[in-house]
Nanobody
Framework: QVQLVESGGGAVQAGGSLRLSCAAS???????????MGWYRQVPGNQRDLVAT???????NYADSVKGRFTISRDNHKNMVYLQMNNLKPEDTAVYYC??????????????WGQGTQVIVSS
């Protein structure tokens, strides 16, 4: 059972930066290389949307809305995944969730979720 704990959310003004962290437990050794990790975000009343994902080899994928502003990274030895968010905009306000799933999973819903961390960006 994979457990994920996010941290690093908070309130900032537009143009500011935040760094989110996600600590994963229950992933060991070679198994961690089979796991796709990512960040998703959700605004109340809306669906949970992709922000970014990263493979164990460091291959990344980003939502168009965050390209050039956000950077996802991963430390396989520490079982950590990070999201550096720069030039934040009010529309980035959301609860951010960490996700881990096997590469063979059909989507993030088949994986594990953290409890979420709130990000608020004021104009």
């Amino acid at each position: 059972q994979v457990q994920l704990v996010e941290s690093g959310g908070g309130a900032v003004q537009a143009g500011g930066s935040l760094r989110l962290s996600c600590a994963a437990s229950g992933i060991a050794g070679i198994i961690s290389r089979l796991i796709l990790m990512g960040w998703y975000r959700q605004v109340p009343g809306n669906q949970r949307d992709l922000v970014a994902t990263v493979t164990s080899e460091g291959i990344t994928n980003y939502a168009d809305s965050v390209k050039g502003r956000f950077t996802i990274s991963r430390d396989n030895h520490k079982n950590m995944v990070y999201l550096q968010m720069n030039n934040l905009k009010p529309e980035d306000t959301a609860v951010y969730y960490c996700n881990a799933r096997p590469f063979t999973a059909p989507g993030p819903g088949a994986g594990s979720w953290g409890q979420g961390t709130q990000v608020i960006v004021s104009s």
